[in-house]
């Protein structure tokens, strides 16, 4: 069986889409895919087929580009700053020290253990506290 056209792709309905990717790749498709992503994904892969793909060098290009790139940095604490977290329609305050965060008189070693000890669950302390994108 040949390779479908882009045309194709974008005409077949989902159980069409499915048995494309079966015959191109061989494993089922994961989960989750919508038919959107499978007709894109599909059509890339033919056109890479059929026009030789990225050029070349391309994939260790990006490889050295990522390891190369600054990893972002969640914002630094430093010590006499203070927190401030509504919980349970209770305000919390954590004050931040030299080694380790105080919150209710008890001082805790990182600010996820003072999330925990707030909220009764495993929290990262950062993302409780909005200092990490939770996306």
Do not use: C
Request: aromatic share 10%; charged share 25%.
């Amino acid at each position: 069986m040949t390779d479908p056209t882009i045309s194709e792709i974008e005409a077949m309905d989902r159980a069409a889409l499915i048995a494309a990717w079966t015959t191109l790749f061989g494993p089922p498709v994961p989960k989750g895919l919508s038919q959107s992503f499978l007709r894109r994904f599909l059509a890339f892969e033919v056109q890479a087929r059929r026009y030789g793909g990225l050029p070349k060098g391309f994939d260790t290009d990006l490889n050295r580009r990522v390891a190369a790139a600054p990893t972002p940095s969640s914002p630094t604490l430093k010590p006499g700053g203070r927190l401030l977290r509504e919980w349970n329609g209770v305000t919390h305050a954590v004050d931040v020290l030299d080694h380790g965060y105080r919150w209710n008189g008890e001082v805790y070693r990182s600010l996820s253990a003072a999330a925990r000890a707030i909220t009764g669950a495993r929290w990262s302390g950062p993302r409780f506290f909005g200092l990490k994108d939770g996306r």
